[in-house]
Structures are given as C-alpha cells and as structure tokens.
C-alpha cells in the first residue's frame, strides 16, 4: 500500500495504477515459496501436545499419549489409550491406534480447525488407515477372576474422519496452516522441462 502511494504522488495517477496492475500479475504468476517440507514437519512434530489434557479426556476413551511420525509425504499418529471400551484394563496392558495419513492423497481443505475445541480434523475418503490393537478379556479369563487379559484383537479401518486436540484455539490455527503448507509441498507438481 506504501508503495502504490508513492508511486502515485512520484508519477501521477494513471503511470501508478498500470504499476499496480503489473506488481499484481508478477505476485499472481509466482507462488510464494513455502518452506522446507522437513522444517514445515518439525514444526507439527515439535507442536503436537505428547498427551490429551484433563478437560478433553472422556470417561471411556483416555488418551494417554499421542505421538507423530513423518517419513516425507505420510504421516504416523500413535495415540495410546489408558482406558477404550474396557475401563477396567490392568494397569500394563494398553490400547493403541496407528494412523497413517497420506498427504499426497490430500488437499489444503482437508485439514480445519474443530469448531467448538482447540482440535485440528482430517476429512479423507482415500488419504487415512488406521490399526487398532486392543487387549479384551475373554468372559472364560472373568469367570476364572484372572486380572491378565488372556487375548488380543487388531483391527484395520479406513476412517474419514481424524483429529487430534492441541492446546488453545491460536495454536489450533497456525497448526492447520502448518498441515496446509505441508500438503501443498507434497501435492506439488513439478513444471515439466519442455513447458517453456
């Protein structure tokens, strides 16, 4: 905006407003330069709370850790549970989901804010898996009262939905920036060499 009033008092009106309509079309015409996908990952990695807080912990799902991993374009959410679907698991047996997301299967859009909590969402029909990997107990281990679980049962879904909380609503917003940046450097085509 400085610029356009001073090219406008220096020039004149008419030389100004053909200035501002070329500085348009070169902002138009060069992307601006994101940064390194690894950095951009370190970010999220650095940033992701290591476990859910007290006010977001349900009576039957308890999040006891949540952990990220990127290998370039795919990312690994690890989330552990202390208490899911069976609230009396013995102390050293744990449920944990794994969720492999692929950022080359989504688009900016795909990651928001949660409206209503500090949580980042992933809508995906085709960029998500997820294993879960639980320890029940059978109704033979109750009726023998053994306190071991006596079996344990995996699971593999392709969900359409994940999220995860973080913090405050601020952080919540520069997250799924960071998330947007990071799927717009992996969905990135190359220009091919013969295209100029």
Not at 8 to 26: F, M
Request: charged share 25%.
């Amino acid at each position: 905006m400085k610029k356009l009033i001073v090219l406008s008092l220096c020039l004149g009106l008419g030389v100004a407003a053909r200035g501002h309509a070329q500085e348009q079309a070169t902002t138009q015409q060069a992307p601006s330069k994101l940064p390194a996908l690894a950095d951009i990952e370190a970010w999220i990695t650095d940033n992701l709370p290591p476990q859910v807080d007290e006010k977001h912990r349900s009576r039957v799902i308890d999040v006891e850790t949540q952990e990220i991993a990127f290998q370039g374009c795919t990312a690994t959410f690890t989330d552990t549970y202390a208490k899911y679907k069976n609230s009396n698991r013995p102390p050293n047996k744990r449920a944990v989901t794994t969720t492999v997301i692929d950022l080359t299967k989504l688009t900016p859009d795909s990651v928001v804010v949660f409206q209503g909590d500090p949580a980042i969402q992933f809508r995906s029909e085709r960029g998500m898996t997820s294993k879960a990997r639980d320890w029940i107990i059978s109704s033979g281990a109750l009726l023998r009262h053994e306190t071991e679980p006596d079996q344990m049962v995996e699971d593999d879904e392709q969900p359409d939905l994940f999220g995860y909380y973080v913090p405050d609503a601020d952080m919540a917003t520069r997250t799924v920036h960071a998330w947007h940046d990071a799927i717009q450097s992996c969905t990135a085509k190359a220009a091919p060499k013969n295209l100029y």
